[in-house]
């Protein structure tokens, strides 16, 4: 069965600094990955997707992330954080023809000013 | 345009009753995802539909849970005799078309069983 794996529960950057967020995937094809931003209050928004080709995605508010086949993994990183970054991080892999996302357990980040 | 709305956005029950709970796609997705996000199991695949197929229904997790959709627009969790596990945010999603189309995800509607 897939699994994805998300080892930081908590994260804290300082405003400008770069971030890097982990994410591991167990799945036995071809895996279709995501990552999703909730915001306090707010609902879950995505920022990129990988299905297949370039293995730099890039996303939406400055957001990108690379798929290494080799390591399973699919870190989104950014090289300069804002303090509106502050939110939830949620990796994804999609499985079932890609309806079905299984989601990791999230990353809390915190931006300090 | 307008996205994913979902209704109630916060429900408060007894244990053993049954709710329903509410979800408009974005108009012309033809596709309609249930998720469930709790502190104990994170965010969980509940059901699928899609267009007039039957829906996946692989992710309910007891009989107790049921949902509909009618007229391949509006969809209704339904869940039985309400359990205090139940408690979570219930997350609706819709996408245009099947496949990896980007889910659009609405603000939750927040379940807490007494």
């Known amino acids: 069965a897939q699994s994805v794996t998300q080892p930081d529960i908590h994260i804290t950057v300082s405003e400008g600094a770069s971030l890097e967020l982990r994410c591991n995937y167990s799945y036995g094809a071809t895996p279709y990955l995501f990552w999703y931003v909730q915001s306090p209050g707010q609902g879950l928004q995505l920022l990129l997707k990988?299905?297949?080709?370039?293995?730099l995605v890039q996303g939406i508010k400055g957001f990108e992330a690379e798929f290494k086949r080799s390591q399973s993994s699919f870190n989104l990183r950014k090289p300069s954080v804002h303090w509106s970054d502050a939110a939830e991080y949620f990796c994804a892999v999609g499985t079932g023809g890609g309806n079905k996302l299984t989601f990791g357990t999230g990353t809390q980040l915190k931006v300090e000013l | 345009g307008a996205g994913v709305s979902q209704s109630p956005s916060n429900k408060v029950t007894e244990k053993g009753k049954d709710v329903e709970l509410r979800c408009d796609p974005i108009?012309?997705?033809?596709?309609l995802y249930w998720y469930r996000q709790s502190l104990g199991q994170g965010l969980e695949f509940l059901i699928y539909?899609?267009?007039?197929?039957?829906?996946?229904k692989s992710g309910l997790p007891s009989d107790r849970f049921s949902a509909e959709r009618t007229g391949g627009s509006v969809s209704t969790l339904t869940i039985q005799r309400t359990q205090q596990e139940d408690s979570a945010v219930y997350l609706c999603?819709?996408?245009?078309?099947?496949?990896?189309?980007?889910?659009?995800f609405g603000p939750g509607t927040r379940l807490t069983v007494l």
């Open positions: 999603a819709s996408s245009l078309g099947a496949g990896f189309d980007t889910q659009y």
């Open positions: 539909f899609q267009g007039n197929s039957a829906p996946d």
């Open positions: 108009s012309g997705h033809t596709a």
């Open positions: 990988y299905f297949s080709g370039d293995t």
